[in-house]
């Protein structure tokens, strides 16, 4: 097995367990309701953290298309906002620490920076953001004139 795929296997079977320890220490603290409550709570305020910061990275995602400068660090931070998304979605105070975490701008670019300085996303090359030329030859005017046999 591959190392990335033991740290793979090994977040699937630890954050379970991370959850529903954190779960039953806050809930023997302050009670299964309020619980309950608080972990939608965190689904309600990220779902509306998510939809602004969102909106802003594809703002200025489609910005630097229109420059023609490739939107490498927006891709970045629309994925991590998108994998903050669903961690707040998922029940859980640990889930949505991360999630959180990935909802705070400089957190997103100093992680956009790191994987794009260590490599760790493939980029398209530029030349698709490029003015391409036309190799067509040029249209020659003139008259047609059909004669039947």
């Not at 379970?16 to 299964?32: D, K, S, T």
């Not at 802003?56 to 489609?62: C, D, I, V």
């Not at 629309?78 to 949505?96: H, N, R």
């Not at 020659?140 to 046999?149: C, I, M, Q, S």
Request: net charge neutral.
């Amino acid at each position: 097995m591959r190392s990335v795929q033991k740290i793979m296997l090994g977040i699937f079977v630890a954050v379970p367990f991370i959850e529903m320890y954190l779960l039953i220490q806050v809930g023997g603290i302050i009670g299964v309701f309020p619980t309950i409550m608080l972990v939608m709570l965190t689904a309600v305020i990220g779902a509306g953290l998510l939809r602004y910061q969102g909106f802003s990275t594809w703002q200025r995602l489609q910005s630097n298309l229109a420059q023609g400068i490739m939107p490498a660090y927006e891709l970045i931070e629309g994925l991590l906002l998108l994998l903050g998304g669903l961690l707040l979605l998922t029940p859980g105070f640990f889930t949505d620490a991360l999630g959180f975490a990935c909802m705070i701008p400089a957190v997103r670019q100093k992680v956009a920076r790191y994987a794009i300085e260590h490599h760790l996303f493939s980029v398209i090359d530029g030349s698709a953001f490029q003015s391409s030329k036309k190799t067509a030859p040029d249209a020659l005017e003139g008259e047609f004139k059909r004669e039947d046999n």
